[in-house]
């Protein structure tokens, strides 16, 4: 993986840019979107997404857990976040497109420098080896994607083909979306 080569997922949503940012810029909702991450907070005091902002995130694949350090390098409301794991030394970005009423996203990742040697220890032997967990990668975008597009549209709103209808948030207090109402699970994830 080269920044000239990045994986990419795009999608189209029928939200506003701002809306759909609103989303993908908050990496404490990151555990309602992707299969692989569990959740994410602020680092250093930190309290949205600029850039030079760092937060850690949370991992879970089987009953391998762990944490990564994150710094945001682009941070343009309703067009760009990107953001660099450095334990990985991965950028992953979130790229915003006005399209008609709606929104086309694109989520890619792509080399920020050289993969470190206990990354890559700990994929080969942890989660089950490189390109094995670069597929999971690619299908997870995919699924993040699609968590995005059901979260934005709302829930009376019409539901697509193949996605589940969103339930009520009656059990998280802290949750960032109570307000909205509304959570995204996808089969087999939290109740």
Not at 64 to 70: A, C, I, M, P
Request: with cysteine.
């Amino acid at each position: 993986m080269t920044d000239t080569d990045p994986d990419a997922v795009s999608l189209t949503i029928d939200a506003p840019p701002d809306v759909v940012w609103a989303i993908v810029s908050d990496p404490t909702g990151y555990g309602r979107l992707s299969p692989e991450c569990t959740g994410g907070r602020w680092l250093d005091g930190a309290t949205g997404p600029v850039v030079g902002a760092r937060f850690k995130g949370s991992n879970k694949r089987g009953i391998v857990r762990w944490s990564t350090t994150n710094t945001v390098e682009e941070a343009e409301p309703g067009r760009t976040f990107s953001f660099v794991t450095k334990d990985s030394a991965t950028r992953w970005t979130y790229r915003l497109e006005p399209d008609g009423t709606g929104t086309r996203l694109t989520e890619s990742r792509s080399s920020a420098g050289e993969y470190p040697a206990l990354a890559r220890f700990f994929t080969r032997f942890l989660l089950g080896g490189v390109d094995d967990h670069t597929e999971e990668l690619r299908e997870g975008m995919r699924r993040t994607l699609e968590r995005v597009r059901a979260i934005a549209e709302g829930a009376d709103r019409p539901a697509r083909a193949g996605t589940e209808p969103l339930r009520p948030a009656t059990h998280c207090a802290a949750c960032k979306f109570r307000s909205l109402g509304l959570h995204s699970w996808g089969q087999g994830d939290r109740p």
